[in-house]
């Protein structure tokens, strides 16, 4: 089965201030080290505390949210050491392999929180997770023409080629020339025809309900392909006939 390749349609994450982050840069934000992670890997650091005292909420003596310790930071240096990640549980802090950088001139000038008796070490486990920051910045590219790429077959289905297939775009695709379907509706592309199948299924109380999406093919070598997405409520009594449609005895 081929990847689903979704367009990034989600929150944009705020660094700080009004800065909104890019899109791409947002997709791979959330592959980054937490803060937590990151403070973890420098020798004697108490991470938790170090964490506290970079917050934009702390309410420390003489606190700057771009002062910490005795170093002073730029906006864009914190906007890479402190990146909000909203969660169905809140938020996740994230840092970037930039940010990382930073928190590791933090550590050696001694702005840190220690454990006690502990000093610093020249040796830390951040310099792999710095050297990353070419690959996530190459992996935005990517989805920048990656996502380049879709908007112009969308906008020109006849260039499609089977190739191109995948659960993101087909379903863009007709919904852009059907709407919302229930049933089955086919299209012709690269001289293939491929079928959506749309089947509607109810939770138990039958207030909400979710759809199960297939689409089907046979490809150029004469074998079928399937790219699905399941309903949340497919197995839920009330879709079983063998117990009976979720009906009071």
């Not at 937490?34 to 973890?40: E, F, M, V, W, Y």
């Not at 240096?77 to 969660?87: C, V």
């Not at 930039?98 to 008796?117: E, H, M, T």
């Not at 879709?150 to 852009?176: C, H, Q, T, V």
Request: charged share 35%.
């Amino acid at each position: 089965m081929k990847g689903y390749n979704k367009r990034y349609d989600i929150i944009k994450i705020k660094k700080t201030g009004d800065e909104i982050m890019d899109l791409y840069e947002e997709a791979v934000a959330t592959e980054y080290m937490t803060l937590i992670q990151a403070l973890k890997c420098l020798p004697g650091v108490m991470p938790n505390k170090s964490k506290e005292i970079m917050s934009p909420d702390y309410s420390g003596v003489e606190y700057s949210r771009y002062k910490i310790g005795k170093t002073e930071l730029t906006e864009a240096d914190y906007n890479e050491l402190w990146i909000e990640i909203p969660s169905p549980y809140g938020k996740t802090i994230r840092t970037s392999p930039q940010g990382a950088r930073i928190l590791l001139k933090l550590y050696y000038n001694g702005d840190l929180i220690l454990k006690k008796g502990e000093k610093i070490s020249k040796e830390t486990g951040l310099q792999e997770y710095i050297e990353k920051g070419k690959y996530f910045a190459q992996k935005a590219e990517q989805l920048r023409r990656d996502d380049e790429h879709r908007a112009y077959l969308l906008e020109n289905p006849e260039k499609i080629k089977e190739s191109d297939f995948s659960y993101g775009l087909l379903d863009k695709l007709f919904w852009k020339k059907f709407g919302a379907i229930r049933g089955a509706e086919s299209l012709v592309l690269d001289g293939i025809e491929v079928t959506k199948y749309v089947s509607v299924y109810k939770s138990n109380s039958g207030k909400s309900q979710d759809s199960e999406v297939v689409f089907s093919w046979v490809d150029s070598n004469g074998e079928k392909q399937v790219l699905k997405k399941a309903s949340s409520f497919k197995e839920n009594r009330r879709n079983d006939p063998d117990r009976d449609w979720g009906l009071p005895d």
